[in-house]
């Protein structure tokens, strides 16, 4: 492909002082409006020469197909007709059609058309020469239009039936061209007419002899391809809907992207299965004569779009596209005795081939034990029976086992030239396909590396699809991300994300998609996700619905995406009872919800059990110590081999707080309503002085190393009176002075003997586990915290004499996110 012609350059520049062919498809001429669209494109091309093929009107092609079919059955067909004929009427009025006796051309062709379907209603036997024409008079009205739109003869512009001039004849891939005749009559046709651009009627043309006829589906494209090799065109432009050439089906795969490149040899294998680029047949005769093909969008004219040639431009991406083709069965042949016997595929692909069975794929073991077709399901009945007739006597003699028919299945196609030597290529798609839980029933891939072909379930043809192009298109680290509990926690969470997730995809390729937020009552679910920063107020708009943790989990598991994960920043049990579920569908959890850590032994099992076995990564660092990193400095510890002695610390902000301002001088009770007035309590600040929180953090921590620790198993000094414990939440707050003076006896014992009171968590050797308060010599690390530190020491053989400390803010909404979000990131970084 010449310089002129890269996928940057302009079509009109690579077409520059030569002749450039445009063609425009029935959804880019769908009312006079998009005729004027189409003709301002035409005028801003530089070409010398400009040649325009177009379609029918968007939908006329098919109406004309029903009024023939009317028409034969008898039916009523004039009041289609009169629709037809008012339908262009009203577009030729809106394109000036006095200036061009545009309305009488018009007129002239549709009373001729009621003279041939009245002939056809009547049964005269010479309407069967005239029927297969009729679908065709579609582009014959559209090029009277498009040559009114351009300014007609006046303005330059000719217009070709060309019937006049294409010369085609039926072959054994549909239509073929008589190039010598056709040439010859382009002749002729511009020694008639002269030079200047042309408006061509797409579709139509004349078989050898002189009957009308057309050139099947997608004729216009193929009509298009014709012209520019018989007028030497420098370039083609499809101008149509899409803004090029897609990676995947975009109903089917939302994140498809436009290729801005590829090969005659890519398009022709994606058109071969099933993708909506061109059929092959319309790439022939561009392709042999070299000529650049565009694919670009009438609606967004600013849109690059794709460019088609001889060499694929190298960007460095192994696979162009990926296609689906359904509506097939597998017919598989099995036998020892086909092993080395010489002519058995020979044998079963002559009965597929006397049957008119047409084969889109085959696979074969080195083993030759079995032989796979997959062909269309419609022969798949008559594929069976006839491979059966064929190895009748080997099936008899035990030689063959038999022939099965698996129906239900599609194929996914990857196609690229850049498979061509890249190792690894089927690798990744196989190994998309395992991420979603896709088997593969048959691959195929020939000597040539372009193509990759798999036999799937049809059910899992979408998923497949979608799974594939991820692992070719999107990072590795793409995580399909849902949040619950947008509280304190949650909120922070979104707005981190929110600042950090930009420059995270810039650097580090990592790209978390947010498509699902829930709270205790409702949820949002998004196909594409939205902004973490508004995922709050979605909650409140009119999309939410209610809570669906199954839904919910199922729409975060996203096929299309290579990886999902969900974040739980709720306190609830209900919730952390779903992991184990979550887990083992590979979809990975993170959490600052203690239940799930510190819940029922069975419970922890199972989700432990669950993430070794589904492959799902459980995070929890955030359940002690916040953003503190205390569950990655045992794991570290423990990983690299070192044993755990003892563990204890001061794992709540708040009793923190109160014991480091708790000197004798000021009641305690006044102290603890000063922290709720300061937000660093719950809203009852029993739930904290209980010791409970604290004693789920250390069973958490127990459990992580190793210890099979339960709640009960822990011995927690509740704070609060017996009296107090199970009043309302206002008498206890009013009768809260109770605390005092038990607590004042105890400072000042622990003063006495020069010590001081903390709140400690305690887990020794031998596993024995307490939460209390403790009097703690000066010397201790917990007594030189700051107010609302957490403090976690850790007592191993490495650090017998001298624990190591993990010290710093352990409470707090911001300080919790960061760890969770600490989480996310290093489970996407460990997907690289």
């Given amino acids: 492909m010449s310089a002129d012609a890269s996928p940057l350059a302009s079509p009109a520049v690579a077409a520059a002082a030569a002749c450039h062919v445009h063609k425009f498809g029935g959804s880019s001429l769908a009312d006079a409006s998009l005729y004027r669209a189409a003709a301002r494109l035409l005028i801003a091309d530089s070409a010398a020469t400009r040649v325009v093929v177009v379609s029918a009107m968007q939908g006329v092609t098919d109406a004309l197909i029903a009024l023939v079919s009317a028409a034969r059955e008898g039916g009523d067909w004039t009041s289609g007709w009169q629709q037809l004929r008012e339908r262009h009427r009203v577009a030729a009025v809106a394109l000036d059609a006095e200036q061009f006796a545009l309305g009488d051309a018009l007129d002239e062709e549709f009373e001729r058309l009621h003279e041939q379907l009245t002939a056809i209603a009547s049964g005269d036997p010479a309407a069967d020469a005239i029927a297969p024409g009729l679908p065709g008079l579609g582009e014959v009205l559209s090029s009277r239009l498009m040559h009114a739109a351009l300014g007609g003869d006046a303005n330059g512009w000719l217009r070709m039936d060309a019937r006049d001039v294409l010369v085609v004849h039926a072959g054994e891939m549909g239509m073929a ?87 005659y040899a890519e398009a022709c294998e994606l058109a071969y299965f099933g993708a909506k680029v061109l059929h092959p047949q319309t790439m ?314 510190s819940g029922p032994w069975t419970q922890y099992a199972a989700i432990q059990d669950a993430s070794r076995s589904g492959g799902g990564r459980f995070r929890y660092e955030a359940t002690v110590g916040a953003g503190l990193p205390v569950m990655l400095t045992l794991r570290n510890l423990l990983d690299t081999g070192d044993e755990l002695y003892a563990i204890d610390g001061m794992l709540s902000g708040t009793l923190s707080w109160l014991f480091n301002r708790f000197d004798g001088t000021t009641p305690f009770s006044q102290l603890v309503r000063e922290a709720q007035a300061l937000g660093y309590t719950e809203p009852d600040p029993r739930d904290d002085l209980s010791g409970l929180d604290v004693a789920r953090k250390l069973v958490i921590l127990a459990r992580e190393a190793g210890r099979a620790l339960s709640l009960e198993d822990v011995d927690v000094e509740n704070l609060v009176p017996p009296a107090l414990r199970d009043v309302s939440r206002d008498e206890f707050l009013a009768r809260l002075d109770e605390m005092d003076a038990p607590m004042l006896a105890r400072y000042r014992d622990a003063a006495a003997r020069q010590q001081s009171l903390r709140h400690l968590a305690q887990l020794d050797r031998d596993g024995r586990a307490s939460v209390g308060v403790v009097a703690l010599p000066g010397e201790h690390a917990c007594c030189h915290t700051r107010l609302t530190d957490n403090l976690v020491q850790f007592r191993t053989r490495r650090y017998a004499d001298n624990p190591l400390v993990v010290q710093g803010p352990g409470a707090g909404p911001d300080v919790t996110a960061a760890g969770v979000f600490g989480d996310v990131l290093a489970i996407a970084q460990s997907l690289s």
């Fill in 177 to 263: 061209v008589d190039w010598d005749a056709s040439r010859t009559r382009l002749a002729e046709w511009r020694a008639r007419h002269g030079d200047g651009h042309v408006v061509v009627t797409g579709f139509v043309a004349r078989d050898t002899h002189g009957r009308a006829t057309t050139l099947g589906r997608n004729g216009s494209d193929y009509s298009a391809a014709i012209f520019a090799n018989l007028f030497d065109g420098r370039a083609l432009t499809i101008w149509t809907d899409v803004d090029g050439v897609l990676s995947a089906d975009p109903r089917l795969v939302p994140e498809a992207v436009c290729l801005p490149s590829m090969s």
């Fill in 284 to 597: 022939a005769p561009v392709q042999e004569r070299g000529i650049p093909l565009w694919i670009r969008n009438t609606h967004r004219p600013e849109v690059p779009g794709t460019l088609i040639g001889t060499h694929n431009a190298a960007d460095g991406a192994p696979v162009k596209g990926l296609s689906l083709v359904n509506d097939l069965a597998i017919v598989e042949l099995v036998g020892n005795g086909l092993v080395g016997v010489p002519g058995a595929a020979e044998r079963m692909f002559g009965a597929l081939r006397g049957a008119g069975v047409s084969v889109t794929m085959i696979s074969q073991g080195s083993s030759e034990h079995s032989i796979c077709c997959v062909l269309r399901a419609d022969q798949a009945e008559r594929a069976r029976d006839a491979v059966a007739d064929a190895f009748a006597e080997a099936i008899a003699d035990g030689q063959a086992q038999g022939v099965t028919l698996t129906r239900d299945i599609a194929v996914l196609a990857a196609v690229g030239d850049g498979m061509v030597g890249t190792p690894g290529v089927a690798a990744r798609l196989l190994g998309g396909l395992a991420q979603a839980r896709v088997n593969a029933r048959a691959i195929a891939q020939g000597a040539g590396e372009r193509n990759i072909s798999v036999a799937i379930g049809a059910r899992d043809a979408t998923r497949a699809l979608r799974a594939a192009h991820a692992a070719f298109w999107l990072s590795p680290q793409t995580l399909s991300v849902g949040v619950i509990g947008p509280g304190q926690v949650g909120s922070a969470l979104l707005v981190q994300m929110s600042a950090a997730l930009p420059e995270l995809r810039r650097r580090s390729g990592i790209d978390l998609r947010l498509r699902a937020i829930a709270n205790s009552r409702s949820m949002v679910l998004d196909e594409r996700g939205f902004e973490p920063a508004d995922a709050a107020a979605r909650l409140q708009g009119g999309a939410a619905h209610a809570l669906d943790l199954e839904r919910f989990a199922g729409h975060v598991r996203g096929e299309h995406l290579p990886h999902a994960l969900i974040v739980d920043c709720s306190a609830s049990p209900a919730i952390a009872a779903e992991y184990p579920r979550w887990l083992a569908r590979g979809i990975h959890v993170v959490t600052p919800n203690k239940q799930a850590g």
